[in-house]
Protein backbone atom coordinates (compact mmCIF):
# COMPACT_ATOMS: atom_id res chain seq x y z
CA UNK A 1 0.00 0.00 0.00
CA UNK A 2 1.67 3.49 -1.06
CA UNK A 3 2.26 6.06 1.50
CA UNK A 4 0.06 8.83 1.32
CA UNK A 5 1.43 12.68 1.58
CA UNK A 6 2.40 13.97 5.15
CA UNK A 7 -0.41 16.78 6.10
CA UNK A 8 2.73 19.08 6.16
CA UNK A 9 4.13 18.27 2.32
CA UNK A 10 3.53 21.37 0.67
CA UNK A 11 4.93 23.56 3.88
CA UNK A 12 8.06 21.47 3.40
CA UNK A 13 8.33 21.63 0.01
CA UNK A 14 8.02 25.37 -0.21
CA UNK A 15 10.36 26.14 2.11
CA UNK A 16 12.43 23.85 0.70
CA UNK A 17 12.20 25.75 -2.53
CA UNK A 18 13.02 28.76 -0.73
CA UNK A 19 15.86 27.69 1.29
CA UNK A 20 17.57 26.34 -2.53
CA UNK A 21 16.84 29.04 -4.29
CA UNK A 22 18.85 31.00 -1.70
CA UNK A 23 21.76 28.73 -2.08
CA UNK A 24 22.03 28.38 -6.03
CA UNK A 25 21.87 32.41 -6.15
CA UNK A 26 24.32 32.88 -3.30
CA UNK A 27 26.48 29.70 -5.56
CA UNK A 28 25.32 30.11 -8.55
CA UNK A 29 23.24 27.65 -10.40
CA UNK A 30 26.46 25.76 -12.52
CA UNK A 31 28.67 25.60 -9.35
CA UNK A 32 25.79 24.52 -7.01
CA UNK A 33 24.49 20.77 -5.59
CA UNK A 34 21.61 19.11 -4.32
CA UNK A 35 24.22 18.23 -1.84
CA UNK A 36 24.86 21.68 -1.25
CA UNK A 37 21.00 22.42 -1.43
CA UNK A 38 20.08 20.27 1.50
CA UNK A 39 22.67 21.20 3.78
CA UNK A 40 22.16 25.07 3.52
CA UNK A 41 18.13 23.60 4.19
CA UNK A 42 19.14 22.11 7.19
CA UNK A 43 18.20 18.61 5.26
CA UNK A 44 19.42 15.35 3.96
CA UNK A 45 19.90 14.94 0.28
CA UNK A 46 17.94 11.85 -0.08
CA UNK A 47 15.18 14.27 1.05
CA UNK A 48 15.88 16.82 -1.31
CA UNK A 49 15.62 14.32 -3.92
CA UNK A 50 12.39 12.85 -2.22
CA UNK A 51 10.74 16.35 -3.58
CA UNK A 52 12.99 16.91 -6.82
CA UNK A 53 14.33 13.78 -9.41
CA UNK A 54 17.20 16.70 -9.88
CA UNK A 55 18.72 19.62 -9.97
CA UNK A 56 17.28 21.22 -12.79
CA UNK A 57 13.80 20.07 -11.93
CA UNK A 58 14.16 22.11 -8.66
CA UNK A 59 14.93 24.90 -10.26
CA UNK A 60 12.06 24.73 -12.80
CA UNK A 61 9.88 24.24 -10.12
CA UNK A 62 11.68 27.19 -7.98
CA UNK A 63 11.06 29.61 -11.14
CA UNK A 64 7.39 27.52 -12.12
CA UNK A 65 6.41 28.88 -8.68
CA UNK A 66 7.51 32.66 -8.30
CA UNK A 67 6.59 33.37 -11.68
CA UNK A 68 3.19 32.13 -11.06
CA UNK A 69 3.03 33.81 -8.15
CA UNK A 70 4.22 37.24 -9.94
CA UNK A 71 1.32 36.01 -12.54
CA UNK A 72 -1.50 36.27 -9.61
CA UNK A 73 -0.23 39.39 -8.08
CA UNK A 74 -0.11 41.40 -11.75
CA UNK A 75 -3.60 39.94 -12.82
CA UNK A 76 -4.70 41.00 -9.24
CA UNK A 77 -3.68 44.17 -9.44
CA UNK A 78 -3.93 45.08 -13.23
CA UNK A 79 -7.78 46.86 -12.82
CA UNK A 80 -6.02 49.22 -10.52
CA UNK A 81 -3.94 51.91 -12.80
CA UNK A 82 -0.49 51.61 -13.24
CA UNK A 83 0.75 52.48 -9.66
CA UNK A 84 -1.46 49.78 -7.91
CA UNK A 85 0.73 47.10 -10.47
CA UNK A 86 4.10 48.79 -9.54
CA UNK A 87 3.20 48.42 -5.53
CA UNK A 88 1.71 45.09 -5.98
CA UNK A 89 5.04 43.58 -8.21
CA UNK A 90 7.05 45.42 -5.92
CA UNK A 91 5.68 44.11 -2.92
CA UNK A 92 5.91 40.61 -4.53
CA UNK A 93 9.74 40.88 -5.20
CA UNK A 94 9.89 41.56 -1.30
CA UNK A 95 11.39 38.01 -0.30
CA UNK A 96 12.09 37.04 -4.12
CA UNK A 97 15.49 38.28 -4.29
CA UNK A 98 17.17 35.00 -4.90
CA UNK A 99 14.37 33.71 -7.21
CA UNK A 100 14.22 36.75 -9.40
CA UNK A 101 18.25 36.33 -9.46
CA UNK A 102 17.61 32.89 -10.75
CA UNK A 103 14.94 33.49 -13.49
CA UNK A 104 18.18 36.13 -14.58
CA UNK A 105 21.03 34.19 -14.59
CA UNK A 106 19.85 30.18 -14.56
CA UNK A 107 16.89 29.91 -16.39
CA UNK A 108 18.78 29.33 -19.68
CA UNK A 109 20.18 26.08 -17.91
CA UNK A 110 17.17 24.46 -18.61
CA UNK A 111 16.03 22.02 -21.29
CA UNK A 112 13.45 23.63 -23.86
CA UNK A 113 10.85 21.67 -22.81
CA UNK A 114 11.43 23.05 -19.41
CA UNK A 115 12.30 26.55 -20.51
CA UNK A 116 8.92 27.03 -22.44
CA UNK A 117 6.70 27.24 -20.02
CA UNK A 118 8.89 29.53 -17.93
CA UNK A 119 9.05 31.97 -21.07
CA UNK A 120 5.25 31.58 -21.41
CA UNK A 121 4.78 33.34 -18.07
CA UNK A 122 7.28 35.70 -18.63
CA UNK A 123 5.54 36.49 -21.86
CA UNK A 124 2.29 37.02 -19.74
CA UNK A 125 3.65 39.25 -17.38
CA UNK A 126 5.07 41.40 -20.29
CA UNK A 127 1.43 41.09 -22.48
CA UNK A 128 0.01 42.31 -18.84
CA UNK A 129 2.38 45.20 -17.95
CA UNK A 130 2.16 46.14 -21.98
CA UNK A 131 -1.61 46.66 -21.72
CA UNK A 132 -1.40 48.67 -18.46
CA UNK A 133 1.54 50.75 -20.63
CA UNK A 134 -0.84 51.19 -23.47
CA UNK A 135 -3.52 52.43 -21.00
CA UNK A 136 -1.35 55.20 -20.36
CA UNK A 137 -0.58 56.10 -23.80
CA UNK A 138 -2.94 54.25 -26.28
CA UNK A 139 -1.24 56.21 -29.37
CA UNK A 140 2.45 54.52 -28.72
CA UNK A 141 3.50 52.43 -31.83
CA UNK A 142 4.38 48.66 -31.17
CA UNK A 143 8.23 49.43 -31.00
CA UNK A 144 7.77 52.65 -28.24
CA UNK A 145 5.31 50.34 -26.83
CA UNK A 146 7.39 47.00 -26.16
CA UNK A 147 10.67 49.44 -25.49
CA UNK A 148 8.50 51.33 -22.33
CA UNK A 149 6.89 48.24 -20.93
CA UNK A 150 10.49 47.04 -20.85
CA UNK A 151 11.69 50.29 -19.11
CA UNK A 152 8.83 49.89 -16.73
CA UNK A 153 10.10 46.30 -15.49
CA UNK A 154 14.28 47.53 -15.41
CA UNK A 155 12.87 49.92 -13.02
CA UNK A 156 10.97 47.41 -10.92
CA UNK A 157 13.05 44.08 -11.37
CA UNK A 158 16.43 45.86 -10.90
CA UNK A 159 15.28 46.89 -7.16
CA UNK A 160 17.13 44.29 -5.61
CA UNK A 161 20.47 44.85 -6.11
CA UNK A 162 20.71 48.31 -5.07
CA UNK A 163 18.53 48.42 -2.45
CA UNK A 164 19.10 47.77 1.60
CA UNK A 165 16.49 47.42 3.94
CA UNK A 166 16.56 50.53 6.70
CA UNK A 167 18.46 52.64 3.95
CA UNK A 168 17.27 54.89 1.67
CA UNK A 169 14.03 54.55 0.62
CA UNK A 170 11.47 51.41 2.19
CA UNK A 171 9.99 49.51 -0.91
CA UNK A 172 6.33 51.21 -0.24
CA UNK A 173 8.15 55.32 -1.00
CA UNK A 174 10.30 53.23 -3.58
CA UNK A 175 6.78 52.11 -5.58
CA UNK A 176 5.09 55.38 -5.26
CA UNK A 177 7.99 56.94 -6.35
CA UNK A 178 8.28 54.60 -9.27
CA UNK A 179 4.47 54.35 -10.04
CA UNK A 180 4.92 58.42 -10.60
CA UNK A 181 7.94 58.36 -12.83
CA UNK A 182 6.43 55.80 -14.58
CA UNK A 183 3.20 57.51 -14.96
CA UNK A 184 4.88 60.77 -15.91
CA UNK A 185 7.39 59.61 -18.24
CA UNK A 186 4.84 57.33 -20.32
CA UNK A 187 2.73 60.17 -20.65
CA UNK A 188 5.80 62.47 -21.58
CA UNK A 189 6.00 60.43 -24.56
CA UNK A 190 2.65 59.77 -25.60
Known amino acids: MARGL ?3 HDEKRAA ?3 GAARYFAAHGFDRASMT ?3 KSCGVSKALMYHYWPSKEELLFDILDD ?3 CLLDVVQGARGGGMRDLIAALLAAYADADAEHKLQLDALG ?3 PDRKAP ?3 HQRQLVALMSGAVAELAPSLPPD ?3 AATMTVFGILNWFYMWH ?4 GLERTDYAKLAGDFVIAGIKGIA
Open 16 to 18: LRK
Open 109 to 111: VLP
Open 164 to 167: RPGK
Open 6 to 8: ARD
Open 36 to 38: GAA
Open 118 to 120: LIA
Open 144 to 146: RLR
Open 66 to 68: HLG
